[in-house]
Protein backbone atom coordinates (compact mmCIF):
# COMPACT_ATOMS: atom_id res chain seq x y z
CA UNK A 1 0.00 0.00 0.00
CA UNK A 2 1.22 3.38 -0.75
CA UNK A 3 -0.05 6.93 -0.52
CA UNK A 4 -0.51 9.57 -2.96
CA UNK A 5 2.63 11.75 -2.22
CA UNK A 6 1.02 15.16 -3.75
CA UNK A 7 -1.93 14.52 -1.24
CA UNK A 8 -2.10 17.05 2.09
CA UNK A 9 -2.62 15.47 5.35
CA UNK A 10 -4.80 16.62 8.42
CA UNK A 11 -3.11 15.77 11.62
CA UNK A 12 -6.36 18.10 13.38
CA UNK A 13 -7.81 14.53 14.87
CA UNK A 14 -4.35 13.21 16.42
CA UNK A 15 -2.67 13.81 19.49
CA UNK A 16 0.77 13.30 20.39
CA UNK A 17 0.75 12.24 24.04
CA UNK A 18 4.37 10.71 23.93
CA UNK A 19 7.04 12.24 26.28
CA UNK A 20 10.29 11.63 26.83
CA UNK A 21 10.80 10.19 30.34
CA UNK A 22 9.08 11.97 33.29
CA UNK A 23 5.48 11.07 34.09
CA UNK A 24 4.87 8.67 36.66
CA UNK A 25 2.23 7.72 39.10
CA UNK A 26 0.13 6.33 36.28
CA UNK A 27 -0.84 3.07 37.36
CA UNK A 28 -4.95 1.96 38.14
CA UNK A 29 -6.83 0.31 35.55
CA UNK A 30 -8.28 0.64 32.20
CA UNK A 31 -11.74 -0.07 32.16
CA UNK A 32 -12.24 -3.28 29.23
CA UNK A 33 -15.78 -4.49 28.09
CA UNK A 34 -18.38 -2.79 26.03
CA UNK A 35 -16.50 -1.69 22.99
CA UNK A 36 -13.84 -0.02 25.50
CA UNK A 37 -11.10 -2.58 24.63
CA UNK A 38 -7.86 -3.18 22.23
CA UNK A 39 -7.59 -4.98 19.29
CA UNK A 40 -5.78 -7.82 21.37
CA UNK A 41 -6.22 -6.00 24.78
CA UNK A 42 -8.55 -8.88 26.72
CA UNK A 43 -6.67 -11.37 24.99
CA UNK A 44 -3.34 -10.11 26.93
CA UNK A 45 -5.75 -9.70 29.97
CA UNK A 46 -6.35 -13.59 30.13
CA UNK A 47 -2.86 -14.20 29.26
CA UNK A 48 -1.53 -12.40 31.41
CA UNK A 49 -3.91 -13.47 34.70
CA UNK A 50 -3.43 -17.30 33.35
CA UNK A 51 0.59 -16.93 33.60
CA UNK A 52 0.33 -15.33 37.06
CA UNK A 53 1.68 -11.80 35.39
CA UNK A 54 -1.94 -10.16 36.57
CA UNK A 55 -4.16 -9.53 38.57
CA UNK A 56 -7.20 -11.45 38.10
CA UNK A 57 -9.52 -9.82 40.74
CA UNK A 58 -9.70 -6.37 39.99
CA UNK A 59 -13.41 -6.42 39.36
CA UNK A 60 -15.62 -5.02 37.32
CA UNK A 61 -13.85 -5.98 33.96
CA UNK A 62 -10.90 -3.69 35.24
CA UNK A 63 -7.33 -4.46 34.25
CA UNK A 64 -4.40 -3.88 37.36
CA UNK A 65 -1.74 -1.85 36.20
CA UNK A 66 1.41 -1.14 38.00
CA UNK A 67 2.35 2.73 39.21
CA UNK A 68 5.27 4.28 38.68
CA UNK A 69 5.00 4.13 34.50
CA UNK A 70 5.87 6.53 32.70
CA UNK A 71 3.15 8.67 30.41
CA UNK A 72 0.99 11.64 30.31
CA UNK A 73 0.58 12.83 33.89
CA UNK A 74 -3.32 14.24 34.24
CA UNK A 75 -3.45 17.49 33.43
CA UNK A 76 -0.94 17.68 30.24
CA UNK A 77 -2.50 18.85 26.63
CA UNK A 78 -1.09 17.08 23.88
CA UNK A 79 2.26 18.90 22.26
CA UNK A 80 1.06 18.08 18.51
CA UNK A 81 3.61 20.91 16.66
CA UNK A 82 6.34 18.08 15.54
CA UNK A 83 3.92 15.45 14.32
CA UNK A 84 2.13 18.61 12.63
CA UNK A 85 5.45 20.08 10.96
CA UNK A 86 6.50 16.54 9.98
CA UNK A 87 3.34 14.93 8.44
CA UNK A 88 1.83 17.30 5.66
CA UNK A 89 1.63 14.95 2.73
CA UNK A 90 1.04 11.27 0.95
CA UNK A 91 5.06 11.85 0.81
CA UNK A 92 5.55 12.29 4.29
CA UNK A 93 3.06 9.10 4.79
CA UNK A 94 5.67 6.81 2.89
CA UNK A 95 8.43 7.07 5.07
CA UNK A 96 7.55 8.00 8.25
CA UNK A 97 5.26 5.84 10.80
CA UNK A 98 3.23 8.92 12.78
CA UNK A 99 2.55 9.89 9.25
CA UNK A 100 1.23 6.74 7.73
CA UNK A 101 -0.97 6.40 10.47
CA UNK A 102 -2.17 10.12 10.42
CA UNK A 103 -2.54 9.32 6.63
CA UNK A 104 -4.73 6.08 7.12
CA UNK A 105 -6.97 8.19 9.85
CA UNK A 106 -7.26 10.51 7.04
CA UNK A 107 -8.48 7.98 4.91
CA UNK A 108 -11.04 6.45 7.73
CA UNK A 109 -12.57 9.61 8.79
CA UNK A 110 -12.92 10.58 5.05
CA UNK A 111 -14.71 6.96 4.32
CA UNK A 112 -16.59 6.70 7.01
CA UNK A 113 -18.00 10.40 7.32
CA UNK A 114 -19.06 9.64 3.61
CA UNK A 115 -20.89 6.44 4.79
CA UNK A 116 -22.75 8.25 7.73
CA UNK A 117 -24.06 11.23 5.20
CA UNK A 118 -25.32 8.59 2.80
CA UNK A 119 -27.19 7.12 5.25
CA UNK A 120 -28.91 10.60 6.37
CA UNK A 121 -26.51 10.53 9.78
CA UNK A 122 -24.18 12.57 10.92
CA UNK A 123 -20.54 11.00 11.41
CA UNK A 124 -18.64 12.41 14.50
CA UNK A 125 -14.26 11.42 14.03
CA UNK A 126 -12.83 10.16 17.23
CA UNK A 127 -9.72 11.93 17.99
CA UNK A 128 -6.59 8.98 18.06
CA UNK A 129 -4.28 9.56 20.51
CA UNK A 130 -0.24 8.61 20.24
CA UNK A 131 1.37 7.46 23.31
CA UNK A 132 4.16 6.00 25.35
CA UNK A 133 4.51 3.10 27.55
CA UNK A 134 1.07 4.63 29.30
CA UNK A 135 -1.65 6.94 28.97
CA UNK A 136 -4.25 8.42 30.96
CA UNK A 137 -7.69 8.50 29.53
CA UNK A 138 -10.82 10.63 29.42
CA UNK A 139 -13.13 7.91 30.43
CA UNK A 140 -11.88 4.56 30.91
CA UNK A 141 -9.10 5.11 33.28
CA UNK A 142 -5.51 4.78 32.70
CA UNK A 143 -3.75 2.01 30.60
CA UNK A 144 0.15 0.62 29.37
CA UNK A 145 0.79 -0.15 26.15
CA UNK A 146 0.13 -4.02 26.85
CA UNK A 147 -3.15 -3.82 26.52
CA UNK A 148 -2.67 -3.29 22.66
CA UNK A 149 -4.14 -0.24 20.87
CA UNK A 150 -7.86 0.79 22.19
CA UNK A 151 -11.07 2.51 21.75
CA UNK A 152 -12.14 4.27 24.84
CA UNK A 153 -16.21 4.49 23.91
CA UNK A 154 -16.92 7.15 27.19
CA UNK A 155 -14.21 9.90 25.60
CA UNK A 156 -14.55 8.47 22.12
CA UNK A 157 -11.01 8.39 21.60
CA UNK A 158 -8.21 5.86 19.80
CA UNK A 159 -5.54 5.02 21.94
CA UNK A 160 -1.94 3.45 20.57
CA UNK A 161 1.50 3.34 21.06
CA UNK A 162 2.83 2.93 17.95
CA UNK A 163 5.82 0.17 18.58
CA UNK A 164 2.67 -2.24 19.50
CA UNK A 165 3.14 -2.83 15.20
CA UNK A 166 6.70 -3.87 16.03
CA UNK A 167 5.68 -6.18 18.53
CA UNK A 168 3.20 -7.59 16.52
CA UNK A 169 5.92 -8.58 13.83
CA UNK A 170 8.55 -9.64 16.78
CA UNK A 171 6.17 -11.41 19.36
CA UNK A 172 3.41 -12.07 17.62
CA UNK A 173 5.47 -13.25 14.37
CA UNK A 174 3.09 -11.19 12.22
CA UNK A 175 4.45 -10.10 8.42
CA UNK A 176 3.15 -6.80 8.95
CA UNK A 177 3.30 -4.05 6.50
CA UNK A 178 1.45 -1.05 5.30
CA UNK A 179 -2.07 -2.40 4.99
CA UNK A 180 -1.24 -4.56 8.04
CA UNK A 181 -1.01 -1.54 10.26
CA UNK A 182 -4.35 0.18 8.83
CA UNK A 183 -6.18 -2.94 9.37
CA UNK A 184 -5.43 -2.42 12.82
CA UNK A 185 -6.67 1.39 13.02
CA UNK A 186 -9.19 0.41 10.89
CA UNK A 187 -10.20 -2.00 13.70
CA UNK A 188 -10.86 0.42 16.04
CA UNK A 189 -12.17 2.68 14.49
CA UNK A 190 -14.92 0.02 14.31
CA UNK A 191 -15.66 0.31 17.61
CA UNK A 192 -15.95 4.11 17.06
CA UNK A 193 -18.45 3.44 14.27
CA UNK A 194 -20.29 0.56 16.48
CA UNK A 195 -20.16 3.16 19.75
CA UNK A 196 -21.72 5.78 17.67
CA UNK A 197 -24.87 3.11 16.66
CA UNK A 198 -24.94 2.30 20.09
CA UNK A 199 -24.07 -1.35 19.36
CA UNK A 200 -21.37 -1.74 22.13
CA UNK A 201 -24.14 -1.45 24.54
CA UNK A 202 -25.60 -4.44 23.29
CA UNK A 203 -22.47 -6.50 24.82
CA UNK A 204 -22.05 -6.89 29.29
CA UNK A 205 -18.67 -6.50 30.53
CA UNK A 206 -16.75 -9.45 30.61
CA UNK A 207 -18.88 -11.23 28.38
CA UNK A 208 -16.85 -14.26 26.90
CA UNK A 209 -17.38 -17.40 24.74
CA UNK A 210 -17.23 -18.15 21.20
CA UNK A 211 -20.69 -16.81 20.47
CA UNK A 212 -20.61 -14.31 23.08
CA UNK A 213 -21.21 -10.54 22.67
CA UNK A 214 -17.50 -9.30 23.14
CA UNK A 215 -16.73 -11.88 19.92
CA UNK A 216 -19.40 -10.76 18.35
CA UNK A 217 -18.44 -7.27 18.79
CA UNK A 218 -14.62 -7.99 17.28
CA UNK A 219 -15.76 -9.56 14.05
CA UNK A 220 -17.87 -6.61 13.67
CA UNK A 221 -15.47 -4.36 13.83
CA UNK A 222 -12.80 -6.81 11.61
CA UNK A 223 -15.34 -6.71 9.39
CA UNK A 224 -16.03 -3.08 9.45
CA UNK A 225 -12.31 -2.72 9.05
CA UNK A 226 -12.58 -4.72 5.64
CA UNK A 227 -15.53 -2.48 4.38
CA UNK A 228 -12.86 0.52 4.68
CA UNK A 229 -10.52 -1.49 2.75
CA UNK A 230 -12.50 -1.63 -0.11
CA UNK A 231 -12.81 1.76 -0.28
CA UNK A 232 -9.73 2.55 0.84
CA UNK A 233 -8.77 3.56 -3.05
CA UNK A 234 -11.74 5.81 -3.95
CA UNK A 235 -12.13 7.56 -1.01
CA UNK A 236 -10.98 11.44 -1.38
CA UNK A 237 -9.92 13.24 1.97
CA UNK A 238 -9.88 16.92 2.68
CA UNK A 239 -7.37 17.41 -0.48
CA UNK A 240 -10.20 16.13 -2.63
CA UNK A 241 -8.47 12.80 -3.55
CA UNK A 242 -7.93 9.87 -2.21
CA UNK A 243 -4.86 9.36 0.20
CA UNK A 244 -4.83 5.24 -0.26
CA UNK A 245 -3.24 4.15 -3.03
CA UNK A 246 -2.22 0.56 -4.70
CA UNK A 247 -3.98 -1.66 -2.41
CA UNK A 248 -2.94 -5.47 -3.87
CA UNK A 249 -3.48 -8.85 -2.68
CA UNK A 250 -0.05 -9.28 -1.01
CA UNK A 251 -1.08 -6.23 1.18
CA UNK A 252 -4.83 -8.25 2.05
CA UNK A 253 -3.04 -11.49 2.47
CA UNK A 254 -0.78 -9.23 5.44
CA UNK A 255 -3.72 -7.85 6.60
CA UNK A 256 -5.39 -11.52 7.09
CA UNK A 257 -1.86 -12.65 8.64
CA UNK A 258 -2.61 -10.12 11.06
CA UNK A 259 -6.10 -11.40 11.93
CA UNK A 260 -4.90 -14.36 12.56
CA UNK A 261 -1.79 -13.70 14.60
CA UNK A 262 -4.18 -12.18 17.45
CA UNK A 263 -7.31 -14.44 17.02
CA UNK A 264 -8.07 -16.01 20.60
CA UNK A 265 -6.99 -19.90 19.64
CA UNK A 266 -3.28 -18.69 18.42
CA UNK A 267 -2.73 -16.62 21.17
CA UNK A 268 -3.73 -19.01 23.85
CA UNK A 269 -1.93 -21.93 22.19
CA UNK A 270 1.23 -20.04 21.54
CA UNK A 271 1.64 -17.21 23.52
CA UNK A 272 -0.26 -18.94 26.54
CA UNK A 273 -0.14 -22.08 27.85
CA UNK A 274 -0.78 -24.04 24.56
CA UNK A 275 -4.34 -24.88 25.59
CA UNK A 276 -7.19 -23.58 23.76
CA UNK A 277 -9.73 -22.56 25.63
CA UNK A 278 -12.95 -21.04 24.19
CA UNK A 279 -15.03 -20.71 27.25
CA UNK A 280 -12.17 -17.59 27.35
CA UNK A 281 -12.53 -16.08 23.61
CA UNK A 282 -13.10 -12.91 23.62
CA UNK A 283 -12.07 -11.41 20.19
CA UNK A 284 -12.81 -14.82 18.06
CA UNK A 285 -10.67 -17.12 16.17
CA UNK A 286 -7.96 -16.81 13.87
CA UNK A 287 -10.59 -18.16 11.62
CA UNK A 288 -13.16 -15.72 12.42
CA UNK A 289 -10.97 -12.86 12.62
CA UNK A 290 -10.13 -13.41 9.11
CA UNK A 291 -13.41 -14.36 7.69
CA UNK A 292 -15.11 -11.04 8.78
CA UNK A 293 -12.53 -8.96 7.55
CA UNK A 294 -12.66 -10.61 4.12
CA UNK A 295 -16.51 -10.48 4.84
CA UNK A 296 -16.13 -6.46 4.48
CA UNK A 297 -13.34 -6.08 2.37
CA UNK A 298 -15.21 -8.46 -0.45
CA UNK A 299 -18.60 -6.69 -0.03
CA UNK A 300 -17.92 -3.22 0.64
CA UNK A 301 -21.12 -3.04 2.33
CA UNK A 302 -20.88 -2.40 6.13
CA UNK A 303 -24.64 -3.59 6.20
CA UNK A 304 -22.99 -7.59 5.79
CA UNK A 305 -21.45 -6.74 9.16
CA UNK A 306 -24.26 -7.67 11.03
CA UNK A 307 -22.68 -10.47 13.68
CA UNK A 308 -25.22 -9.96 15.73
CA UNK A 309 -28.12 -11.91 14.08
CA UNK A 310 -26.26 -14.41 12.62
CA UNK A 311 -25.65 -18.29 13.83
CA UNK A 312 -23.14 -18.55 11.74
CA UNK A 313 -19.98 -17.03 13.24
CA UNK A 314 -17.70 -19.15 11.31
Do not use: K
Not at 89 to 118: H, I, K, P, Q
Not at 194 to 209: H, K, P, W
Not at 230 to 247: I, K, M, Y
Amino acid sequence: MRFDENADLDTSNIDDLRRGGGGGGVGGRVALGGGGVGIVGLLLFFLISALGGGNSGTGGGGFALPSGLSGLEQGQSADNTTIAQACRTGADANSNLDCEVTAVVNSLDGYWSDAFARAGQTYQPPRTNFFSGSVNTGGCGSATSDVGPFYCPADNEVYIDLTFFQELETRFGAEGGPFARAYVIAHEYGHHIQNLLGTNRQVRAGDSGPTSGSVRLELQADCYAGVWGNHATTTPTASGRPLVQDVNQADVAAALDTASRIGDDYIQSNLGGGRVDQSQFTHGSSQQRERWFTTGFRSGDPARCDTFTTNNLG
